[in-house]
């Protein structure tokens, strides 16, 4: 049986200025309004947790952070 870990990250909305409000009230959501230099931001973080064997499950903005949720095989 497969077992998993998991992990949650916090990284700061200055990182994200335009990725953590890029969404409208209606839900409707453009990747071409982010900046290039905030997707490299948020590339890397996947990047640097995928090469330790984690697999993103989630993400949350909010005005204050962005939250990743985290789980990999034990």
Not at 6 to 30: M, N, W
Not at 32 to 38: I, L
Not at 49 to 73: C, M, P, Y
Request: aromatic fraction near 10%; glycine fraction near 4%.
């Amino acid at each position: 049986m497969k077992r998993f870990e998991y992990d949650i990250t916090v990284h700061p909305v200055e990182q994200f200025r335009q990725l953590a409000y890029l969404c409208t009230d209606k839900g409707e959501c453009s990747a071409e309004q982010v900046p290039a230099d905030e997707r490299k931001v948020l590339a890397d973080i996947l990047n640097d947790h995928g090469v330790e064997g984690w697999e993103l499950v989630q993400l949350i903005f909010s005005n204050t952070d962005v939250t990743a949720f985290w789980k990999r095989v034990r």
